[in-house]
């Protein structure tokens, strides 16, 4: 029936069947079996999440001009990690989990419109998939229904976001993680770039549906700040929001009105300003990315490591998630979106936030995509999270370490981790629930300790089937004893320096190139310590300052100028609210 009714892909289909089969041999459950339902217009194809021969399927398939998406989004989740898609109406549930199964969609001949489907309460287009791939008609103009109430909801920090983690990247293997160059894995895509942009200096003027190829695009470079890009101009403040103190409103779309200060063009005193063509101006990113059929069968993550001052993400025509908090990282799964052929990835920025009341900060104010993003690919054996812990013993004049090792899979499986350099080596596994941290210890560690004169590091592996994960391990335990700061047990005054992220020509934007002067320049200046004035810096900056010897004083993106100057330091930051 499958063959008469899809040709070529039908038979596709029994091949897959029959690997399909010899894989799941010790499986006795009818609910795990591989299950075919034919419908009148289209073919779906379940996978259990024991298959782990996905691109197999997916390589017998992208064959047929009968395919539109294969759709395995079973990839991808794992209780408490990666979940379903909200449902964006107001009072609608969150954070359900995506089903256990993957879906294949074949179109039948003929039948060339979308066919649609709900889950979790939203609407998905699975015939959406067709662009880029031939004979199945041509590409869809992409309209977007924009989000206008999260980025002035003081209720809402993120949306379809994902579970903050560690920073790290996956490699295919040990051998390409030793080499760990930034970004040099066939893991983790870079879309760093030029990207299409367009700029709204009245906020009204944004379109509640925004037909992507009615927009007149500008192009700039992203990461990058569109003020240093020709949109709006440099802003430096110090003690004062650049919206009037209202919490938690912010401007939307009408002008900014008065502002107050305790310095103005007349000279120290209060002042009250009226600044003219200023608004909550905001800016439209665009770009697209490819994936080849058999890409589908894998899942994406997308990571944002930096944006100011919030984020609104879309993907082929839907809406993906929201999330503010300028310089800590966003990441979500696009996996449910994702399509064979070109990928249009639409991301809205505004100039401030609810989330701005926390972000007072004595500095240049700047806007836009101003970090890296990447686009990884995601297993169910991919490690989804890394915590260390460590502690100093010390008996008798000999000192020891123990490490504990949390790890955090996608699925359920096991990973080897091992830790090696200056002569140790020590390997231990651990197998457990997908998204439940499991751990691992090693005991009675003779090692060399790290110092900012001294900074010895060791190779931490985390391997599954799947993939590598390399980072660096310094031994050392920093404590304060009345009044003094002790590292490794013995006291050390600072000599140190605040570090911003920060460029003359660029705003925010750094390159390697330019992290590595920074630290470089410390160096030689006898500087030991590096204060990330006044927020997480590039996890770049973090790695350096192991390898090369500098203490860190890693500040959170918090503070609230503002509220010094009508005496209550308690307003916001000790507010539960916030």
């Known amino acids: 029936v499958y063959a008469e009714k899809f040709g070529q892909a039908g038979a596709y289909i029994t091949k897959a069947t029959s690997q399909l089969m010899r894989d799941l041999g010790s499986i006795q459950s009818p609910q795990n079996a591989f299950y075919l339902n034919l419908g009148l217009e289209s073919l779906h194809v379940r996978m259990p999440q024991h298959f782990k021969n996905g691109l197999a399927v997916a390589e017998f398939l992208e064959k047929s001009d009968k395919v539109v998406s294969v759709r395995f989004p079973h990839l991808l989740p794992a209780p408490g990690v990666l979940h379903a898609p909200p449902d964006y109406r107001r009072g609608a549930g969150r954070g359900r989990h995506l089903p256990g199964h993957g879906a294949l969609l074949v179109r039948s001949g003929g039948h060339r419109g979308p066919h649609r489907r709900h889950r979790a309460g939203a609407r998905r287009d699975l015939g959406g998939a067709a662009r880029g791939l031939a004979g199945l008609g041509e590409e869809r103009a992409m309209r977007y229904v924009i989000d206008k109430t999260a980025y002035a909801d003081p209720g809402t920090l993120e949306e379809g976001r994902l579970p903050a983690r560690s920073y790290f990247v996956a490699y295919p293997s040990r051998d390409a993680a030793a080499a760990r160059r930034r970004y040099d894995s066939p893991l983790v895509r870079c879309l760093n770039g030029t990207w299409d942009f367009h700029f709204y200096p009245r906020p009204a003027e944004l379109p509640d549906v925004l037909d992507t190829d009615a927009v007149a695009w500008d192009r700039v470079a992203v990461p990058g700040c569109w003020q240093f890009q020709g949109y709006d101009r440099p802003f430096y403040v110090d003690e004062r929001y650049q919206f009037p103190f209202d919490p938690p409103r912010i401007p939307e779309e009408g002008p900014v009105g008065p502002v107050f200060s305790l310095i103005g063009e007349d000279g120290p005193g209060p002042h009250v300003a009226h600044p003219a063509d200023e608004y909550n101006f905001v800016g439209i990113y665009r770009t697209t990315f490819d994936l080849a059929p058999r890409e589908t ?75 890296d993003v990447l686009l990884r690919t995601t297993t169910l054996a991919s490690v989804w999270d890394l915590a260390l812990g460590m502690r100093r013993e010390e008996r008798a004049s000999r000192v020891r370490y123990r490490l504990r090792v949390d790890v955090t899979l996608v699925d359920d499986g096991e990973a080897r981790v091992t830790l090696r350099g200056h002569g140790l080596e020590r390997t231990a596994s651990t197998r457990g629930r997908g998204g439940v941290p499991r751990g691992v210890d090693f005991g009675d560690l003779d090692v060399l300790e790290w110092t900012a004169e001294t900074p010895y590091l060791y190779d931490l592996y985390v391997e599954t089937d799947a993939e590598c994960v390399r980072t660096r391990v310094g031994f050392r335990e920093a404590r304060v004893d009345g009044r003094r700061f002790l590292v490794n047990g013995r006291p050390v005054k600072l000599r140190g320096v605040n570090h911003h992220d920060d460029t003359p020509a660029a705003g925010w934007v750094m390159t390697p190139d330019e992290i590595e002067r920074d630290v470089e320049l410390c160096l030689a200046h006898n500087i030991d310590t590096i204060r990330t004035s006044h927020y997480p810096s590039d996890p770049y900056l973090l790695e350096l300052c192991d390898e090369l010897g500098l203490y860190v004083v890693d500040e959170a993106d918090l503070e609230c100028n503002q509220v010094q100057i009508i005496g209550n330091m308690k307003l916001i930051s000790d507010n539960p609210a916030w």
């Open 297 to 371: 069968a894998l899942g994406h993550v997308i990571s944002f490591l930096g944006v100011a001052s919030c984020l609104d993400l879309y993907l082929n025509g839907e809406r993906v998630g929201y999330s503010e908090g300028s310089h800590n990282t966003a990441e979500f799964n696009l996996t449910p979106w994702q399509r064979a052929g070109a990928n249009e990835l639409l991301v809205v920025v505004r100039r401030w936030c609810t989330g701005s009341y926390l972000e007072c900060q004595d500095m240049f104010r700047n806007n836009g995509i101003f970090r």
